[in-house]
C-alpha cells in the first residue's frame, strides 16, 4: 500500500534523506525512528506529497505522488508535525470543512464527524476555537482530521506528542484498532511507543535507514540481550556478590536508584543464558535472598538506538565479583 524507492532529498548542499526505500503492507504499523534532523518530517512529507523529492518516488495504492499526486493523496490521511488547523475554527467546524473538502455527502459526513469525534474523544471541546484548546486537544483535532474519511493509509508525525499519559493510551489504541485493514506509518522519538503499536520499525539517522525490523528483532541487537537482570534492596549486594563468586560469567553491570539495585549479569563467552539464569535463581533461592526481579533481558530498543545513532549512554558501573573472568 505504500512503496517508496530510492528517495533523495537535498537541500542545496545538504542531504536531508539519502536513498530511502522500503514497503508498508496492509495490516501493518510502520514506527519510524531517529534523532531530532535525522530526516523523518521530511520524508513524511515527500511521502504525502507535500515535498517534491530531489530524486526517486513514492507509490500510495500504486499511484505515484509525483506523477498522480492528487489521486494518490485522496487515498491518505495525514497528521503533520505541530498539527497544523484553522485558529478561529472549532473543531466540529473543522471537521464539517474537511468532510466537504474530501467530498463525502451530508449523511457520509455526519457519521464519519461522529466515528472521528468518538475516537478521538473532543466531545467537550467541539464549540471551542481551536486556539483555546490545549496542545494535548488540538493533536487530537489533528488526528480526528487524518481519520474522518477512513483513508487506506495513514502517515503520521508524532501522533502523540503534547498529550498525557492517559491521552497516550487512548491515541494508541486507536492506531492499534484501525491497524487491520490500513498501512500506517508513525514517526515518533517515543520508543516505548513502537513497542505498543508497531508490527515493524526503522531506524534512520543522517537520512539512511540504519536498521529495520520488528521491534523485538531490534531490541534483541541489544547487548543486553540474553543478559539477566536480578533486582534487590542495595543492602543486599554483599549478599550479590558473594553469590557472583561462585557463578561463572562474563561481565556484571551495577545501576543503583536509592534503595533499590539492578545487576546486568552476563553469560561467559559461549554459554547458555538460560543456565546461567537457573544457575542464579537456585543460588539466590538457597541464599533466602527474597529478589525483587529476576529474568532474562529481552533487549533494549534504547540501547539498540543509541548505539546505531551515535547517542549511546555510557555503560553503567562494573560490578566487581572478585573472580577470573567476572565482572
Known amino acids: 500500500m505504500i512503496e517508496v524507492e530510492h528517495l533523495v532529498k537535498k537541500f542545496g548542499d545538504f542531504t536531508a534523506v539519502a536513498d530511502l526505500s522500503f514497503t508498508v503492507e496492509r495490516g501493518q504499523v510502520m514506527g519510524f525512528l531517529g534523532p531530532n534532523g535525522a530526516g523523518k518530517s521530511t520524508t513524511m512529507k515527500m511521502i504525502t506529497g507535500f515535498l517534491r523529492p530531489t530524486s526517486g518516488t513514492a507509490r500510495i495504492m500504486g499511484l505515484d505522488i509525483c506523477d498522480d499526486m492528487l489521486a494518490a493523496q485522496r487515498h491518505f490521511g495525514y497528521l503533520p508535525e505541530g498539527a497544523p488547523a484553522w485558529p478561529d475554527m472549532t473543531p466540529r467546524a473543522f471537521l464539517q470543512f474537511i468532510t466537504r473538502i474530501r467530498g463525502l455527502d451530508k449523511a457520509a459526513a455526519r457519521a464519519a464527524e461522529g466515528r472521528a469525534i468518538e475516537m478521538t474523544e473532543l466531545h467537550g471541546v467541539l464549540d471551542q476555537p481551536i486556539d483555546t484548546l490545549s496542545k494535548g486537544y488540538r493533536r487530537r483535532v489533528g488526528l480526528a482530521q487524518a481519520i474522518v474519511h477512513d483513508p487506506d493509509v495513514l502517515v503520521m508525525d508524532e501522533p502523540t506528542d503534547g498529550l498525557d499519559p492517559n491521552q497516550k493510551f487512548q491515541v494508541r489504541r486507536a492506531i492499534t484498532d484501525m491497524a487491520a485493514d490500513k498501512a500506517i506509518i508513525i514517526s515518533t522519538h517515543i520508543l516505548e511507543e513502537v513497542d505498543a503499536v508497531c508490527a515493524a520499525a526503522m531506524i534512520i539517522d543522517r537520512g539512511q535507514i540504519v536498521a529495520e525490523g520488528t ?37 556484571a553491570e551495577l545501576v543503583t536508584r536509592g534503595d533499590e539495585s539492578t545487576l546486568h549479569i552476563f553469560a561467559p563467552e559461549g554459554g547458555e543464558p538460560g543456565a546461567l539464569l537457573a544457575d542464579l535463581r537456585a543460588r539466590v ?25 551515535g547517542k549511546a549512554r555510557p555503560a553503567a558501573a562494573s560490578f566487581d565479583a572478585g573472580q577470573e573472568g567476572g565482572a
Open 215 to 251: 521491534p523485538s528483532e531490534l531490541a534483541a541487537r541489544s547487548r543486553y540481550s540474553g543478559a539477566v537482570t536480578l533486582t534487590l534492596a542495595s543492602e543486599k549486594l554483599p549478599a550479590a556478590r558473594d553469590i557472583l563468586k561462585a557463578v561463572p560469567h562474563r561481565a
Open 285 to 309: 533461592g538457597e541464599a533466602g535472598l527474597a529478589p525483587r526481579a529476576l529474568a532474562l533481558e529481552t533487549g533494549r530498543l534504547d540501547d539498540v538506538f543509541g548505539a546505531l545513532t
